[in-house]
């Protein structure tokens, strides 16, 4: 059985194409001003690795913030769902998702089944999101991928206002002025980030094992300081980005076999 | 054609004023320094009435932001630093207020100045600065009783607002005229976050609405916003708005639509001079004069 999940998400496009339970082909695109040409673009990439038409497919499900966007004739997964389906797939013992992107950030409590319980999501604020380091790196003038591995090298976090990305980015200008170290300010940002998400966290209860996926969860700098905070070790499968379409490609194989 | 580009739309007016008016040396003169997020103000006042004032733009250095503002105060009036009797540091870089005698809460400046400017009916103050927005409870004698703030979220306050004017391009002391200039209002935006605001708006304009219509939804829902502040810190008439964004009618109108209430107008012998901009400052240097004169006597 083939099927393709796709996530489309605020910054990036993801595709993923199941056959028989195995993923045999994985691709991504920046979304751009068009989602839904960039998702053709992702799907036909991953249909290419996979060495498959899309004539092949049987179902496509989509997921992500502009999932309405996205292209063929297909079902819908809430990101929620998508994401406890998907980790718990790839990391049985998980209960907890949290799942860090662009924009959003969202914190899913499921069973052993990948079946939602509960979810907390923070979509109004780009402070607790990808959007904040985003904003600070170019504040500081450090390549986004700089980053993390910067942070590392800081003992301390230096004062910065981390509720808002406006106000986050006038005390790094401030900072900079007063030639604050650059692996202290970053080290800020991300453990601001943590305090956030943690947060979040919180409020559905901790329950390991707690798995961290999105794009963000490629950040070493973020992840340090959020094992740091939660005071345990967030489990990463191999591919955290492409987790949200991972679970659609796995919802739509449920829907094929359920013959909906 | 004017270069937009280089045109920097969030960029205030800076000015200083200096009423008619005269001192001696057997004056009391005191200051207060509001050195904010945005904005530096610093007021005199000769016998605890207002006489100068200067507002200027916070730089990345306080000490040096508080002594410009001072300075700018002192300009034309004859005065210098040595002729204060006592000065008071507030706002957000109080505790970098070196020529200070004393450091202040600006929400205790900010109930004191409303007091002086509007007099003692006003019970509700909201100050919306450049990084925080305050619902400030007062009693007739301008004293705090309670007050409730939000400093986490740029939406509302002036620094949002300098993004969102070079954003739509609009000079930000015409923001609030702007917002206004809709046939209808429009719903307000359900996400505020300022750092959101470029895709937001960009997709609301690519879909045919106009910049007024845009700035529209979004003071509606920052309007929204500070209404609720003052509804959980219990309104209580009357009302007056203080800070930078007294000036933005955008917001101030749509409060008093919200709320269903009047803001208390400028007193008519006072509104060609004062600026509920200086309102902390001119606090602050009201509660240096009871400072002075209670160290006097004892």
């Known amino acids: ?260 | 054609m004017a270069d937009l580009t280089k045109e920097e739309f969030w960029r205030w007016r800076e000015y200083h004023r200096v009423m008619p008016k005269k001192w001696s040396k057997a004056d009391i003169i005191t200051a207060g320094v509001d050195v904010g997020s945005v904005g530096s103000k610093a007021a005199i006042m000769v016998n605890g009435e207002a006489y100068a004032w200067g507002i200027t733009r916070t730089g990345s250095n306080s000490p040096e932001s508080a002594k410009k503002a001072l300075d700018y105060a002192l300009q034309d009036t004859g005065l210098t630093v040595g002729d204060l009797k006592y000065i008071v540091g507030t706002g957000y870089g109080r505790v970098n207020v070196p020529m200070a005698n004393k450091a202040i809460t600006e929400i205790a400046c900010h109930a004191k100045g409303a007091n002086y400017i509007w007099g003692p009916r006003v019970r509700t103050v909201l100050d919306v600065g450049g990084q925080d927005i305050k619902a400030i409870k007062i009693d007739e004698t301008g004293r705090v009783v309670s007050f409730l703030m939000n400093d986490k979220c740029a939406a509302g306050t002036g620094r949002g607002m300098e993004v969102f004017a070079d954003l739509l391009q609009i000079p930000i002391e015409d923001i609030g005229d702007i917002s206004l200039k809709v046939e209808k209002e429009p719903d307000p935006v359900s996400c505020t976050c300022v750092a959101f605001a470029k895709t937001e708006a960009m997709g609301l304009l690519r879909k045919g609405w106009s910049k007024e219509k845009v700035l529209a939804a979004y003071t509606r829902a920052m309007a929204v916003r500070m209404a609720n502040l003052i509804n959980r810190v219990g309104y209580e008439p009357e009302l007056v708005v203080t800070g930078g964004q007294s000036k933005n009618i955008g917001i101030v109108s749509r409060i008093e639509v919200i709320l269903g209430v009047k803001t208390l107008p400028m007193p008519r012998w006072r509104e060609d001079g004062l600026d509920p901009m200086v309102a902390g400052a001119l606090g602050a240097a009201l509660l240096g004069k009871a400072l002075y004169e209670k160290a006097q006597k004892a």
Do not use: W
């Open chain 1, 1 to 260: 059985m083939i099927t393709v999940g796709m996530d489309l998400g605020t910054q990036r496009v993801k595709a993923v194409v199941l056959k028989d339970g195995q993923v045999v082909g994985r691709s991504q695109a920046f979304a751009g001003f068009d989602p839904t040409k960039a998702t053709e673009q992702a799907v036909a990439e991953a249909l290419t690795q996979a060495n498959l038409k899309l004539s092949d497919v049987q179902h496509f499900a989509a997921t992500g913030s502009a999932m309405d966007m996205a292209p063929y004739e297909h079902s819908t997964v809430s990101m929620m769902s998508a994401d406890a389906k998907a980790g718990v797939s790839l990391i049985p013992t998980a209960r907890t998702i949290i799942d860090v992107g662009a924009e959003e950030a969202r914190a899913v409590r499921c069973d052993e089944r990948g079946v939602m319980a509960d979810f907390v999501v923070n979509e109004r604020c780009a402070a607790g999101a990808g959007a904040f380091i985003e904003a600070m790196a170019r504040a500081l003038e450090v390549k986004l991928e700089d980053m993390g591995p910067l942070s590392l090298k800081a003992e301390r976090a230096s004062p910065i206002n981390a509720s808002c990305v406006i106000f986050g980015e006038s005390d790094v200008v401030s900072l900079i002025h007063r030639q604050e170290s650059k692996p202290e300010i970053c080290r800020a940002v991300f453990d601001a980030m943590a305090d956030r998400v943690s947060s979040m966290i919180h409020r559905l209860g901790v329950n390991p094992d707690v798995v961290l996926v999105g794009g963000v969860a490629k950040d070493v700098g973020f992840v340090a300081s959020l094992n740091r905070k939660l005071g345990l070790t967030v489990k990463i499968p191999e591919y955290p980005d492409y987790v949200g379409a991972l679970g659609a490609a796995l919802i739509a194989a449920g829907r094929v076999k359920g013959g909906a």
